[in-house]
């Protein structure tokens, strides 16, 4: 039998898999609870047109799950987003260069439906990497 973090584990693993990478927006529907809190893209909305830039300016963007850690009602992701700029990403031209960026989530999982989200991203990293002044390793 799973645990109640087990399971909100595998919801926000799904909703990632769906949402995310295989960019089906309609799957809000199925993942977000009807009183859903978004505290990174100010709504529902703002987050489908914001997954939907990262779609354009990116269209093999991949999310890769690096770490989760559930504990109680909420699950905290660490990942990874990979994938090229060949769309137009806040202003600025397809430049063809990859990205590898860090970004973390939070969920708040109620009754078995997402009902807050927050994130994190390395926007600095990520503008390096679209620009070409990333510092070499």
Same mark, same amino acid.
């Given at each position: #039998?799973?645990?109640?973090?087990?399971?909100?584990?595998?919801?926000?693993?799904?909703?990632?898999?769906?949402?995310?990478? +295989?960019?089906? &927006?309609?799957? *809000? $529907? +199925?993942?977000?609870?009807?009183?859903?809190r978004?505290?990174? !893209?100010?709504? @529902?909305?703002?987050l489908?047109?914001?997954? #939907?830039?990262?779609?354009g300016?990116f269209?093999?963007? @991949?999310?890769m799950?690096?770490? #989760?850690?559930?504990?109680? $009602?909420? *699950?905290? /992701?660490? &990942?990874? *987003?990979?994938?090229?700029?060949? %769309? &137009?990403?806040?202003?600025?031209?397809?430049?063809?260069?990859?990205i $590898?960026?860090?970004? !973390?989530?939070? !969920? @708040? *999982?109620?009754? %078995? +439906?997402i009902?807050?989200?927050?994130?994190?991203? $390395? #926007? /600095?990293? &990520?503008?390096?990497?679209? +620009? %070409?002044?990333?510092?070499?390793?």
């Amino acid at each position: #039998m799973q645990t109640l973090e087990q399971k909100n584990a595998a919801l926000v693993s799904e909703f990632i898999e769906s949402f995310w990478n +295989r960019s089906d &927006m309609e799957s *809000v $529907d +199925r993942f977000l609870s009807d009183d859903y809190r978004e505290l990174s !893209y100010q709504s @529902r909305e703002g987050l489908k047109q914001f997954a #939907m830039k990262i779609l354009g300016a990116f269209p093999d963007k @991949r999310y890769m799950v690096e770490e #989760m850690v559930a504990q109680g $009602d909420k *699950v905290l /992701v660490r &990942m990874a *987003v990979k994938g090229t700029h060949e %769309g &137009m990403f806040f202003g600025t031209a397809p430049t063809g260069r990859q990205i $590898d960026v860090t970004l !973390y989530r939070q !969920y @708040r *999982v109620s009754d %078995g +439906r997402i009902a807050e989200h927050r994130g994190w991203i $390395d #926007m /600095v990293t &990520m503008w390096s990497q679209i +620009r %070409g002044t990333a510092a070499q390793g």
